[in-house]
T-cell receptor, first 114, second 116 residues
Framework: DADVTQTPRNRITKTGKRIMLECSQTKGHDRMYWYRQDPGLGLRLIYYSFDVKDINKGEISDGYSVSRQAQAKFSLSLESAIPNQTALYFC?????????????FGPGTRLTVL | AQSVAQPEDQVNVAEGNPLTVKCTYSVSGNPYLFWYVQYPNRGLQFLLKYITGDNLVKGSYGFEAEFNKSQTSFHLKKPSALVSDSALYFCAVRMNYGGSQGNLIFGKGTKLSVKP
């Protein structure tokens, strides 16, 4: 969905480095999500935010942190990257006024931790 | 606990033949069910969702899905497969609650391969 953008699209980093993945949306949605995708495991929820002042841990939040800088921006940080955080990361948004809200996904960031 | 199962890692179909991608779920209560498709090097795209009512849900690109409460299934179907349908398909479930209980739970995905 072109209304949800992620930067960078690809990133290679080294163990121990801090890295930030960014997500922006022009859909005007209040809810935003970060997922990681691993082969054979599907998508797993890392963090989610229902509005700027509401941040919640998902299924696999350890080793990650997030920041909701504005309604349209939601960043994911890896404070000290490790190789098992190598994965495809997706941001998603949804509109709480439409229930059950459908999530719309960005194109993904492929992260490799060496 | 909520869970979603996609029992087939891969489904192979000849172009023009009907296709089915299977999904079963385990929840307590009434679920909302979703199908998403992921093309290579792309994000997930929404195909369709079941909320309530008619058990046959029609979605994008000619896909449809049948909700079966007694079998706790939500299989994705298409009458005539196209080579361009080749992609990774994800089933997802959420409860009709708010807060964290309303989050999506995804299956592991099924790779659909349509051969000419």
């Amino acid at each position: 969905d072109a209304d949800v953008t992620q930067t960078p699209r690809n990133r290679i980093t080294k163990t121990g480095k801090r890295i930030m993945l960014e997500c922006s949306q022009t859909k005007g949605h209040d809810r935003m999500y970060w997922y990681r995708q691993d082969p054979g495991l599907g998508l797993r929820l890392i963090y989610y935010s229902f509005d700027v002042k509401d941040i919640n841990k998902g299924e696999i939040s350890d080793g990650y942190s997030v920041s909701r800088q504005a309604q349209a921006k939601f960043s994911l940080s890896l404070e000290s990257a490790i190789p098992n955080q190598t994965a495809l990361y997706f941001c998603a948004t949804s509109d709480m006024t439409s229930w059950p809200d459908t999530q719309y996904f960005g194109p993904g960031t492929r992260l490799t931790v060496l | 606990a909520q869970s979603v199962a996609q029992p087939e890692d891969q489904v192979n179909v000849a172009e023009g033949n009907p296709l089915t991608v299977k999904c079963t779920y385990s929840v307590s209560g009434n679920p909302y069910l979703f199908w998403y498709v992921q093309y290579p090097n792309r994000g997930l795209q929404f195909l369709l969702k079941y909320i309530t009512g008619d058990n046959l849900v029609k979605g994008s690109y000619g896909f449809e899905a049948e909700f079966n409460k007694s079998q706790t299934s939500f299989h994705l179907k298409k009458p005539s497969a196209l080579v361009s349908d080749s992609a990774l398909y994800f089933c997802a479930v959420r409860m009709n609650y708010g807060g964290s209980q309303g989050n999506l739970i995804f299956g592991k995905g099924t790779k659909l391969s349509v051969k000419p």
